[in-house]
């Protein structure tokens, strides 16, 4: 049930990314190329997730607890940090550069030949090679 | 959130399948799985198949992926985590967090296209 559900949920996510083209590389680095031919229609995308997310929240957040578990996980730190920044920064670096976050990154591996594979193995290494870096 | 009181976070999900934790592994995979097969299905329906373009060179593919998956764990969240779960919950490190990767994001983009030209 836990499995099937979560799957459900990762392929409704992901149908929204490839629908709105938040899978297509060109078009986010169009969105970010403000200084060029700007395509602000990713700034819908941001805002409708955002819109449904806000409401859908305060919904569901009054509830004791979620559906098919015992207790809500919710990032508990509030601390606004150097890992947090410095990490973010990089991160936006890598966001204009590949064009590719990791969402999209992995919504794309089935349909975008070898490219997204190497992004996503790039990603992982990166991933893997945070742990041994303290800032 | 709903069913199972969790952040769709991305990255935080991925990394999580790196370090596997007993019985924190399967939904994981599941997930991606989901996502993995989205394109697929719009493929499939629409008889589409969805656009990927990469009009960039592949060094940057790389040295991206890197940085994003570094970045990601550093800063504790990416798009999904910090830029829709987090700021929907008015958290001041998402806010913070995601002002800083579209900020630094905007800028990578115009250096490479306006002022190098790639």
Not at chain 1, 41 to 47: D, E, K, T, W
Not at chain 1, 75 to 100: C, E, H, N, Q, Y
Not at chain 1, 124 to 132: A, N, S, T, Y
Not at chain 2, 68 to 91: E, K, N, P, Y
Request: proline content about 5%; charged content about 10%; glycine content about 14%.
């Amino acid at each position: 049930m836990r499995i099937l559900s979560t799957f459900l949920v990762g392929l409704i996510f992901g149908l929204g990314l490839v629908i709105s083209q938040m899978t297509n590389p060109a078009k986010i680095l169009a969105f970010l190329d403000i200084g060029g031919n700007w395509d602000p229609s990713l700034l819908i995308v941001m805002g409708a997730a955002l819109a449904t997310t806000m409401i859908g929240y305060r919904f569901i957040l009054r509830r004791p607890k979620p559906v098919l578990e015992t207790a809500f996980h919710i990032p508990t730190k509030t601390v606004i940090d150097r890992p947090l920044l410095i990490g973010s920064a990089i991160f936006g670096l890598g966001w204009g550069m590949a064009g590719l976050c990791p969402g999209p990154g992995i919504a794309v591996a089935a349909v975008g030949g070898i490219t997204p594979l190497i992004f996503i193995l790039a990603m992982v290494l990166g991933m893997w090679g945070q742990r041994f870096v303290k800032v | 959130m709903a069913l199972h009181g969790r952040i769709a976070g991305i990255s935080g999900i991925v990394a999580g399948v790196l370090t596997p934790v007993k019985g924190d592994w399967t939904w994981r995979i599941a997930f991606m799985a989901g996502l993995f097969f989205a394109p697929l299905i719009v493929w499939l329906v629409t008889a589409d198949k969805p656009q990927v373009e990469f009009a960039h060179p592949l060094w940057m593919t790389i040295i991206g992926g890197l940085a994003v998956g570094f970045g990601a764990r550093l800063g504790g969240g990416c798009t999904s985590g910090h830029g829709v779960c987090g700021m929907a919950r008015f958290s001041k490190r998402s806010i913070a967090a995601t002002v800083t990767f579209m900020g630094v994001a905007f800028v990578t983009v115009f250096v490479l296209h306006q002022i190098l030209e790639f």
